[in-house]
């Protein structure tokens, strides 16, 4: 089977940016925002009222929902062009005129005496939604007036999301040259070219001119980087304060539906597990003929390891090989892998022009998914892609239920994405023809573990010090540069000889405007996902209704009652994540002793 690279916005609107059905949907969903404002004038006391209500507000961030995924997709593929920044303010306002009407409704939900909310909440068209409409009701005791609340909000477009927004105009403004050391020839490169080669490249002289010219270019920018990093951070922890937060982890773990203790018992066991990684690296080094190894080499590919040399693997194969590896799990995991790829709904080709990164989004008024992503033909690339339709294929799972039941939070959301990049990780492992070919593929599924202990824990440090030092003032960039150097150096637990200082204005996370501290839900859904893969290896046939359960339930509920209600564990607890843990020590082992042979 062959299958596009490009994927399909047109069937989302036809025309592109200028499509007439866009401008349409524009209107549309002005008028139900105003419509839904006039409602929301009068006090709401029944529950088909509130029903009312709800099903408007919902309608309201479908085609919200929609839109964006439009114009994000579109400007994704075009980085850079100013011809959205249009588009994005105006749906920016959109959102703003939507926050107002959406407070008042909280704050009806407030107004009712608890047991008149419990018995509403318990009719048939709310009951659904009850879980949602809680948390509605319990983020109201924050809300301030309404006059403050529309201003806030208003503020935001040219606060947060501006610079939020001003970050990718940095980004896509940057480029590089490197010299690759396998002909001798200077190239020219884009920021978000350059970031996948670091990923990818083979070669150790040139993936270290990569870097250092990386850093050059980041450093060269780094003035304008810390300025809308501190400026985005300033107004979110000012909009914190003045919705009664005393911390800035309290609005993401909220926003995770996560307690406190969950987050520090697993970043406990983090550390206290990291040591684990040093024999890896260790042995790594000698395979690769390093004295050192650098941020660019910790997931750097293995090459020249006996008689095994590594093939590209065509998106094709690699697209066959996702499917039938989902079916070995969930048949119905495999029909919708080889259905987007069919319909176009991953665009994944490898040209100039393209954001750095990858993402899913869903299309709520069409119950579609897209996937962006840049495949280059590694075996971590196929796995990426498994990544990404492990969130589609989540968020399919609930195109039956109302939209707010599709609400489900960061962390296990990466909990289905992570999962299904397991599925393909481990049976390239399991394939392998040749103890050769076997050590390479083990060295490729750690890519994961290091990525979520290490890398992202460095990331979670350098937030968590940035933050406390910026409700004091402005950080310098010289100040994000030593916050980041030491994050990676006790993340990494003094692995990494040569560090990457400027990946505080080179890493997109940090730069998000819609979800504080983006970082740390990745290695929860990392460790969560381990329990899950251990419980379908278990379970056979009866998995996949369970697992799709686990997913229905994934906004209805918080982390610790789901970890409770459908694996029967205590996420509070370190067991549970040392049971994560111990898969990773087992592959290291399995590397290890693999690897004697070839030193």
Same mark, same amino acid.
């Given at each position: 089977?062959?299958?596009?690279?490009?994927?399909?916005?047109?069937?989302?609107?036809?025309?592109?940016?200028?499509?007439?059905?866009?401008?349409?949907?524009?209107?549309?969903?002005?008028?139900?925002?105003?419509?839904?404002?006039?409602?929301?004038?009068?006090?709401?006391?029944?529950?088909?009222? $509130?029903?009312?209500?709800?099903?408007?507000?919902?309608?309201?961030?479908?085609?919200?929902?929609?839109?964006?995924?439009?114009?994000?997709?579109?400007?994704?593929?075009?980085?850079?062009?100013?011809?959205?920044?249009?588009?994005?303010?105006?749906?920016?306002?959109?959102?703003?005129?939507?926050?107002?009407?959406?407070?008042?409704?909280?704050?009806?939900?407030?107004?009712?005496?608890?047991?008149?909310?419990?018995?509403?909440?318990?009719?048939?068209?709310?009951?659904?939604?009850?879980?949602?409409?809680?948390?509605?009701?319990?983020?109201?005791?924050?809300?301030?007036?309404?006059?403050?609340?529309?201003?806030?909000?208003?503020?935001?477009?040219?606060?947060?999301?501006?610079?939020?927004?001003?970050?990718?105009?940095?980004?896509?403004?940057?480029?590089?040259?490197?010299?690759?050391?396998?002909?001798?020839?200077?190239?020219?490169?884009?920021?978000?070219?350059?970031?996948?080669?670091?990923?990818?490249?083979?070669?150790?002289?040139?993936?270290?001119?990569?870097?250092?010219?990386?850093?050059?270019?980041?450093?060269?920018?780094?003035?304008?980087?810390?300025?809308?990093?501190?400026?985005?951070?300033?107004?979110?922890?000012?909009?914190?304060?003045?919705?009664?937060?005393?911390?800035?982890?309290?609005?993401?773990?909220?926003?995770?539906?996560?307690?406190?203790?969950?987050?520090?018992?697993?970043?406990?066991?983090?550390?206290?597990?990291?040591?684990?990684?040093?024999?890896?690296?260790?042995?790594?080094?000698?395979?690769?003929?390093?004295?050192?190894?650098?941020?660019?080499?910790?997931?750097?590919?293995?090459?020249?390891?006996?008689?095994?040399?590594?093939?590209?693997?065509?998106?094709?194969?690699?697209?066959?090989?996702? $499917?039938?590896?989902?079916?070995?799990?969930?048949?119905?995991?495999?029909?919708?892998?080889?259905?987007?790829?069919?319909?176009?709904?991953?665009?994944?080709?490898?040209?100039?022009?393209?954001?750095?990164?990858?993402?899913?989004?869903?299309?709520?008024?069409?119950?579609?998914?897209?996937?962006?992503?840049?495949?280059?033909?590694?075996?971590?690339?196929?796995?990426?892609?498994?990544?990404?339709?492990?969130?589609?294929?989540?968020?399919?799972?609930?195109?039956?239920?109302?939209?707010?039941?599709?609400?489900?939070?960061?962390?296990?959301?990466?909990?289905?994405?992570?999962?299904?990049?397991?599925?393909?990780?481990?049976?390239?492992?399991?394939?392998?023809?040749?103890?050769?070919?076997?050590?390479?593929?083990?060295?490729?599924?750690?890519?994961?573990?290091?990525?979520?202990?290490?890398?992202?824990?460095?990331?979670?440090?350098?937030?968590?010090?940035?933050?406390?030092?910026?409700?004091?003032?402005?950080?310098?960039?010289?100040?994000?540069?030593?916050?980041?150097?030491?994050?990676?150096?006790?993340?990494?637990?003094?692995?990494?000889?040569?560090?990457?200082?400027?990946?505080?204005?080179?890493?997109?996370?940090?730069?998000?405007?819609?979800?504080?501290?983006?970082?740390?839900?990745?290695?929860?859904?990392?460790?969560?996902?381990?329990?899950?893969?251990?419980?379908?290896?278990?379970?056979?046939?009866?998995?996949?209704?369970?697992?799709?359960?686990?997913?229905?339930?994934?906004?209805?509920?918080?982390?610790?009652?789901?970890?409770?209600?459908?694996?029967?564990?205590?996420?509070?607890?370190?067991?549970?994540?040392?049971?994560?843990?111990?898969?990773?020590?087992?592959?290291?082992?399995?590397?290890?002793?693999?690897?004697?042979?070839? $030193?």
């Amino acid at each position: 089977m062959t299958y596009s690279q490009t994927w399909d916005l047109e069937s989302i609107y036809p025309g592109g940016i200028n499509s007439p059905q866009l401008a349409q949907k524009y209107e549309l969903v002005g008028k139900q925002i105003k419509a839904f404002n006039e409602q929301i004038d009068g006090t709401a006391s029944s529950a088909d009222q $509130i029903a009312d209500l709800a099903d408007l507000a919902q309608t309201i961030g479908s085609g919200l929902g929609t839109i964006s995924i439009f114009v994000n997709g579109l400007s994704s593929v075009d980085y850079g062009n100013s011809i959205y920044t249009p588009h994005f303010d105006k749906l920016g306002k959109l959102f703003v005129d939507f926050s107002a009407p959406l407070n008042q409704f909280q704050k009806q939900l407030l107004a009712l005496d608890e047991q008149t909310f419990i018995t509403i909440c318990q009719s048939p068209r709310l009951s659904p939604i009850a879980f949602y409409l809680t948390e509605l009701r319990t983020d109201a005791k924050r809300l301030l007036d309404d006059k403050t609340e529309t201003l806030i909000n208003k503020f935001d477009l040219d606060g947060q999301q501006a610079w939020s927004q001003h970050y990718d105009t940095i980004s896509a403004s940057l480029s590089m040259t490197y010299t690759d050391a396998n002909d001798g020839k200077t190239r020219h490169i884009s920021a978000g070219q350059a970031l996948n080669m670091l990923d990818g490249e083979p070669d150790s002289k040139t993936r270290a001119d990569i870097m250092a010219n990386y850093e050059k270019m980041w450093q060269q920018a780094e003035n304008l980087a810390a300025d809308t990093l501190n400026h985005l951070a300033g107004f979110r922890l000012t909009n914190q304060q003045a919705h009664g937060r005393q911390s800035h982890l309290e609005q993401p773990l909220e926003m995770n539906r996560m307690s406190q203790a969950t987050l520090d018992t697993m970043w406990r066991v983090v550390d206290d597990n990291k040591a684990m990684f040093k024999p890896y690296f260790d042995r790594k080094k000698q395979l690769l003929g390093l004295k050192t190894i650098g941020w660019q080499d910790q997931v750097a590919p293995l090459t020249h390891i006996g008689d095994y040399q590594p093939k590209e693997v065509s998106y094709d194969d690699a697209a066959a090989f996702i $499917i039938a590896q989902f079916g070995k799990f969930s048949p119905k995991m495999a029909d919708f892998a080889e259905m987007a790829f069919e319909n176009r709904w991953i665009e994944s080709e490898n040209r100039p022009g393209k954001q750095p990164g990858g993402y899913m989004e869903s299309v709520p008024d069409l119950h579609e998914s897209r996937i962006f992503l840049t495949y280059t033909g590694s075996v971590n690339d196929a796995a990426t892609i498994a990544h990404e339709l492990g969130h589609a294929f989540h968020s399919a799972q609930l195109t039956d239920l109302p939209l707010w039941r599709d609400a489900y939070a960061m962390n296990v959301a990466e909990t289905a994405s992570t999962f299904a990049e397991l599925i393909v990780n481990d049976a390239n492992v399991k394939g392998a023809k040749s103890d050769a070919e076997k050590l390479v593929l083990l060295d490729a599924k750690m890519t994961n573990p290091i990525a979520m202990f290490l890398n992202i824990h460095a990331r979670f440090l350098f937030e968590d010090a940035f933050y406390t030092e910026r409700q004091t003032g402005i950080v310098t960039p010289q100040r994000l540069n030593e916050l980041m150097d030491q994050a990676q150096i006790d993340a990494f637990d003094g692995i990494l000889d040569v560090r990457h200082p400027h990946f505080w204005s080179s890493k997109l996370h940090f730069f998000i405007d819609s979800v504080p501290f983006y970082n740390f839900p990745y290695t929860f859904g990392y460790l969560f996902s381990a329990g899950i893969y251990a419980e379908a290896q278990k379970a056979g046939t009866d998995f996949e209704d369970k697992y799709i359960a686990l997913l229905r339930d994934t906004a209805n509920m918080s982390s610790e009652n789901l970890a409770k209600k459908h694996l029967n564990v205590d996420l509070t607890q370190p067991d549970f994540w040392q049971a994560g843990v111990d898969l990773i020590q087992a592959d290291i082992n399995e590397f290890l002793d693999l690897s004697e042979q070839f $030193i």
